[in-house]
Nanobody
Framework: QVQLVESGGGLVQAGDSLRLSCAAS????????MAWFRQAPGKEREFVAA???????YYTDSVKGRFTISRDNAKNTGYLQMNSLKPEDTAVYYC?????????????????WGQGTQVTVSS
């Protein structure tokens, strides 16, 4: 079992930055792939970024060049650095972990989820 807790969300203005954290407890976080998803009001949950246990990263097109996913396995923590935020980035952001052993942008492939953290970007 892996327990995930997100933090770092908040209310910011367009163009600002935020860094989300995902603290993991339980089994060794370093052996899991990790991802961030988000869900805006009235919309389905969507993939944002993923990082394999060994460090390869993937991003949805809308955040490439603005967001950076990373992890510190020694601290059992994952991060999402979000720069140049836009109002359309407003959503609840969830971190997720997968033991399936392959990259995926499908939320059904992730075994463990945090409770989410709200990010609101005003124009």
């Amino acid at each position: 079992q892996v327990q995930l807790v997100e933090s770092g969300g908040g209310l910011v203005q367009a163009g600002d930055s935020l860094r989300l954290s995902c603290a993991a407890s339980g089994r060794t976080f370093g052996s899991y792939d990790m991802a961030w998803f988000r869900q805006a009001p009235g919309k389905e949950r969507e993939f944002v970024a993923a990082i394999r246990w060994y460090g390869s990263t993937y991003y949805t097109d809308s955040v490439k060049g603005r967001f950076t996913i990373s992890r510190d396995n020694a601290k059992n923590t994952g991060y999402l650095q979000m720069n140049s935020l836009k109002p359309e980035d407003t959503a609840v952001y969830y971190c997720a972990a997968s033991s399936r052993g392959h990259y995926s942008d499908y939320d059904g492939d992730y075994n463990y989820w945090g409770q989410g953290t709200q990010v609101t970007v005003s124009s």
